[in-house]
C-alpha cells in the first residue's frame, strides 16, 4: 500500500483530520501525519500517534540527522493536506518553507491534494482566489470545499468536505495520477443517481439493489474538475452529498423524470447513473396491504416513462447525454451485445454498460459495491474497456471521454 503524508493545518477542522487518518489507516496505508504548530493545539499529538502508530512530526528541527524536511516528501507516494487553511494555501502559493509541512510540500513529487477549510469572506477573498488559482496552475489538486456550517452561527461555502470524501478522493489520485484536471470549468452537468422507489401501499415500494454510489462519485469528480453539478438522486445507501454539489432528491421515477428534465435544459451534460424503475404499479393502495391466510392478488404493472430516450429525444444542440446500462447475459448473448443494442436503442451519446451479479453474492456487482468495471461505448462505434477500480476511478475514465467530446 502507499505511503501518505498527512498534513493538518491550524483550523477548528483540524479534528475531522483524525476521521480521515482513520478511513487511510483502515485502506492499508502507511500515513505520516505532520503538524503545524496551530494543528496541535486543537488536536493533541497523542490522537494522531495513537491512529497513525507514528510519531506526530511537526518541527523542522526534529530528526535533524534524517534530513525530515526532505525525507517525507521524497518517499510519499501522495500528500494530503486537511485542512488546508487560507494561511497555508498562501505560503503553498508563495512556495514558503518556514515550517516542516510546507518544507515537506516543496520537497514532494508525488500528488498533493489540498482540501480547504476556511470561513467563506476567506475563501471568496480575491487573494485566496489568486492562491488557489497559482496552485493548481502548478497542478496542485485544491478541492472546492463544502457549504454548510462553519464555526459558531455561520453558514456557507468554505466547510471542509466530509472525511470519506476526501479518503474516495485520495484513492483515485493514487490509482490514477492524473484524475482531476480542471477540464469542466465552467461546464454545467447533471447527474442522476440511486434507485427510484414505487409506491404499492403507504409503507412498502418496489425498487432496486442501487446504492447510487456511482452516480455520486460522478457527480463528486465533475466538481472537482470544475463542473456547476446539479446531482438528482433517489433512493440511496445514507450516502454524504458530494462537496460543491446542488443535490435534488427525489423517490419515484416520475419525480425524477421532472427534475432531471428541468436541471437538464441548462446543462451540456447529463448523465443517467440512476437504476431507475422499469415499471410501477398500475393500483397503489390506500392502506397497508394486509398479510392474510390468502394467496395476495397479483400485482399489476405499468411502464414507467423513458427518461433517456427523452433526453435523447429533446435534441438539445451541443448537448452530450450518457446513459448506464446494468445488464446480465444469456445462454444466447453477452453483456456486450446487450449494451449495443442499448445504445442504438436509446440514442444516446456514450453507454457505460456493467455486468451485474458476478460471483452471485452481489460483491462483483455494480450495485452496492465500492468497486465497478465495464465497458465504454460511443454512437461513433467505440468501444473502450473499463478496468476494475474505484468507482471514482470509472468516473473519471467517463469525464475523459466527456472532456475529450466537449473539447
Not at 284 to 304: H, M, S, Y
Not at 379 to 392: E, F, Q, V, W, Y
Request: glycine fraction near 10%; include cysteine.
Amino acid at each position: 500500500m502507499a505511503e501518505i503524508v498527512l498534513g493538518v493545518a491550524g483550523g477548528i477542522a483540524a479534528y475531522k483530520a483524525c476521521e480521515l487518518l482513520r478511513r487511510l489507516r483502515e485502506a492499508g496505508h502507511q500515513v505520516q501525519v505532520v503538524a503545524t504548530p496551530n494543528a496541535l493545539t486543537f488536536v493533541g499529538a497523542a490522537t494522531f500517534e495513537a491512529l497513525s502508530g507514528r510519531e506526530v512530526l511537526s518541527g523542522v528541527f526534529e530528526h535533524v540527522p534524517e534530513v525530515t524536511h526532505v525525507a517525507l516528501g521524497r518517499r510519499a507516494d501522495l500528500v494530503v493536506c486537511a485542512p488546508a487553511t487560507a494561511d497555508l494555501l498562501a505560503r503553498m502559493a508563495a512556495g514558503r518553507a518556514d515550517d516542516l509541512l510546507t518544507s515537506t510540500l516543496l520537497t514532494a513529487r508525488c500528488p498533493v491534494l489540498a482540501a480547504p477549510a476556511m470561513h467563506t469572506e476567506m475563501w471568496d477573498h480575491p487573494a485566496t482566489v489568486d492562491n488557489v488559482a497559482t496552485l493548481r496552475r502548478r497542478g496542485t489538486i485544491v478541492l472546492e470545499p463544502a457549504s454548510g456550517r462553519l464555526t459558531g452561527a455561520d453558514s456557507g461555502p468554505g466547510r471542509l468536505p466530509e472525511p470519506v470524501e476526501i479518503a474516495e478522493l485520495a484513492r483515485l489520485l493514487l490509482e490514477e495520477p492524473a484524475a482531476l484536471p480542471r477540464d469542466l470549468e465552467g461546464r454545467r452537468v447533471v447527474v442522476s443517481a440511486g434507485g427510484t422507489a414505487e409506491p404499492l401501499d403507504p409503507v412498502r415500494t418496489l425498487g432496486n439493489r442501487s446504492s447510487g454510489r456511482q452516480g455520486y462519485a460522478l457527480a463528486r469528480v465533475a466538481a472537482q474538475r470544475g463542473a456547476h453539478v446539479t446531482l438528482v438522486a433517489g433512493s440511496t445507501a445514507d450516502l454524504a452529498p458530494p462537496a460543491a454539489v446542488d443535490l435534488v432528491r427525489v423517490r419515484t421515477t416520475e419525480e425524477m423524470r421532472t427534475a432531471v428534465l428541468d436541471a437538464g435544459k441548462g446543462a451540456e451534460v447529463v448523465v443517467m447513473a440512476a437504476a431507475v424503475a422499469d415499471f410501477r404499479p398500475l393500483d397503489v393502495a390506500g392502506f397497508k396491504i394486509k398479510k392474510t391466510d390468502a394467496e395476495p392478488e397479483a400485482i399489476r404493472l405499468t411502464r414507467n416513462p423513458d427518461i433517456l430516450r427523452e433526453l435523447v429525444a429533446e435534441q438539445v444542440p451541443g448537448r452530450l447525454v450518457v446513459g448506464f446500462a446494468a445488464e446480465t447475459g444469456d445462454a444466447e448473448h453477452d453483456v456486450l451485445s446487450f449494451g449495443r443494442a442499448k445504445l442504438a436503442r436509446k440514442g444516446c451519446d456514450l453507454l457505460v454498460v456493467n455486468a451485474v451479479g458476478a460471483g452471485g453474492d452481489g460483491r462483483h456487482s455494480a450495485f452496492e459495491g465500492s468497486d465497478n468495471e465495464g465497458w465504454l461505448l460511443g454512437a461513433d462505434g467505440s468501444s473502450t474497456p473499463l478496468p476494475m477500480g474505484s468507482k471514482a476511478a470509472l468516473a473519471a475514465r467517463v469525464w475523459d471521454a466527456v472532456g475529450a467530446r466537449l473539447s
